[in-house]
């Protein structure tokens, strides 16, 4: 399986920077989660799962409840599994998104943190989102970069990816297209701000400090649709 953006967070897992984007990621997606009524016994599905970090709070939502997370980096995958607890039911599989090894509505929930615009084919994605949720199963999908957020749109430069930075309604109108329901966008803003100037080190993510401030005040675009 060759694939751009896999090769780029092979590189970041072996420079230890997962923990990084968990600590990035962390308030927004405590926010995201706080939302999502896991029940006992649900399988949830999370998509470029990155460490797994957010599929293991997944998976200790509920009693009983599974999570499945996948990557198309090994090397990620190879982390998720260093890092993982047998006390928690979550598990991980090596796969791309587009094309998951999965039946037709196995998962009660999908969630995917800062991972779907990486893909060439996000329709594709969402189709596959469709098929393996359930009747009344959800997605919560949260995107960093897109139209609107002006401060990430050099990220795919930065990283030498081609990336589908798309607009809030475009976003909602793939989910719409694909057959969910009840599709509504919001955006979530990390609580914790972007810190005190005298702090900041420039970046390839944030070159300037007004960068990291317009990325915070922007926020987070979250998806959230129901099958
Ligand atoms: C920015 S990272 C986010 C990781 C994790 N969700 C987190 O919050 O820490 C994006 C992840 O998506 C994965 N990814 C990108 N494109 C993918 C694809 N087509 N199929 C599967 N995973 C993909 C990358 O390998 C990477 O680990």
Redesign the pocket.
């Known amino acids: 399986m060759t ?1 751009p ?2 090769e ?2 092979d590189q ?1 897992a072996r420079e230890g920077k ?1 923990a990084g ?2 600590k990035g ?1 962390s308030d927004v ?1 405590a926010q995201v989660m706080e939302t999502m009524e896991v029940r006992p016994g649900d399988q949830i599905l ?6 797994g ?2 599929t293991r709070l997944l998976a200790q939502k509920a009693p009983g409840a599974q999570a499945i997370g ?4 090994a090397e ?1 995958i190879a982390k998720a599994e260093e890092l993982h607890s047998f006390t928690i039911r979550a598990r991980y599989e090596r ?4 094309e998951l090894d999965f039946p037709d509505g196995k998962f009660h929930r999908v969630f ?4 779907l615009y ?2 060439a084919n996000p329709a594709k ?1 969402i189709a596959e989102m469709h098929r393996l949720l359930s009747e009344g199963g959800t997605a919560d999908i949260v995107i960093d970069c897109y139209e609107e957020r002006a401060a990430t749109h050099h990220w795919g430069g930065s990283l030498g990816l081609t990336l589908q930075v798309l607009s809030e309604s475009t976003w909602a109108q793939l989910f719409t297209d694909a057959g969910f329901s009840e599709v509504k966008t919001s955006r979530v803003v990390d609580t914790r701000g972007p810190g005190d100037e005298a702090d900041f080190t420039p970046s390839d993510t944030y070159p300037d400090f007004a960068a990291r401030s317009a990325f915070f005040e922007e926020g987070s675009l979250w998806i959230h649709a129901v099958r």
């Open positions: 694939n953006a896999a780029v967070f970041w997962d984007m968990e990621h997606v999370d998509l470029g799962c990155g460490n970090w957010a996948v990557d198309a980096s990620m796969s791309v998104f587009e995917s943190m800062e991972a990486y893909s994605v």
